[in-house]
């Protein structure tokens, strides 16, 4: 059974600043099939990227994703105020079908 | 425009048995490669994926939960149901209803619902 575990848990960081996101796989897992979510208090989530690096549409390009078997990546280049929120990553396909991992959450420092 | 919006009780008791309605619209679930899954989020806690139909009938569960837990599609309402048995109070959540797209989206979801708070409590 395929975990995802997503760290920090939480990332202090200023507007401006660039934020590293790791979500780390307890097995090997397809890129093709890696996808991250930015969740904001209230509302439902957003797909950000799929396929382990492609933007999603309407999604700016300071959001940008990288990794293949086990470690991947979310990158924000330059923080904008709307980008401080609760991010996800999210595999499918291997057993059990598909997960979620734990989240981080990005707030202003 | 294509949109999904879940429906059904805010608020059950232990043991009961909970039904939650997904009324989705813009897009086709005979389509190859739509499906419909439906995920929930206790209060200040991570996504929690619990079943997933596919356009084709074919269904999956999160292990965990699978014996009480059923997905079925009625295409011509365009609408997913998911039933969940013997409600407990770690069950309060809000749960949503989303679309992926397997081939296009490779299984992520592209599309949700706003989501309906459901608190299990007597």
């Known amino acids: 059974e395929v975990v995802l575990t997503q760290s920090p848990g939480t990332l202090s960081l200023s507007p401006g600043e660039r934020a590293t996101l790791s979500c780390r796989a307890s097995?090997?897992?397809?890129?093709?099939?890696l996808s991250w979510y930015q969740q904001k208090p209230g509302q439902a989530p957003r797909l950000l990227i799929f396929g382990a690096s492609t933007r999603a549409t309407g999604i700016p390009d300071r959001f940008s994703g990288s990794g293949s078997e086990t470690d991947f990546t979310l990158t924000i280049s330059r923080l904008e105020p709307e980008d401080f929120a609760v991010y996800y990553c999210q595999q499918y396909g291997s057993s059990p079908t598909l997960t979620f991992g734990g989240g981080t959450k990005v707030e202003i420092k | 425009q294509i949109t999904l919006e879940e429906s059904g009780p805010t608020l059950v008791k232990p043991t009961q048995t909970l039904t939650l309605t997904c009324t989705f619209s813009g897009f086709s679930l005979t389509t190859g490669g739509v499906a419909v899954g439906w995920i929930r989020q206790p209060p200040g806690k991570a996504l929690e994926w619990l079943a997933l139909?596919?356009?084709?009938?074919?269904?999956r569960y999160r292990p965990s939960l699978k014996s009480r837990l059923t997905i079925t599609k009625d295409t011509s309402k365009k609408q997913i149901l998911l039933t969940m048995t013997n409600m407990d109070p770690v069950d309060t959540a809000t749960y949503y209803c989303?679309?992926?797209?397997?081939?296009?989206?490779?299984?992520?979801?592209?599309?949700w619902g706003q989501g309906t708070m459901v608190t299990v409590s007597s």
């Open positions: 989303a679309r992926t797209r397997i081939f296009d989206y490779r299984g992520s979801f592209d599309i």
């Open positions: 139909i596919y356009w084709d009938g074919d269904k």
């Open positions: 097995q090997s897992i397809s890129s093709s099939y």
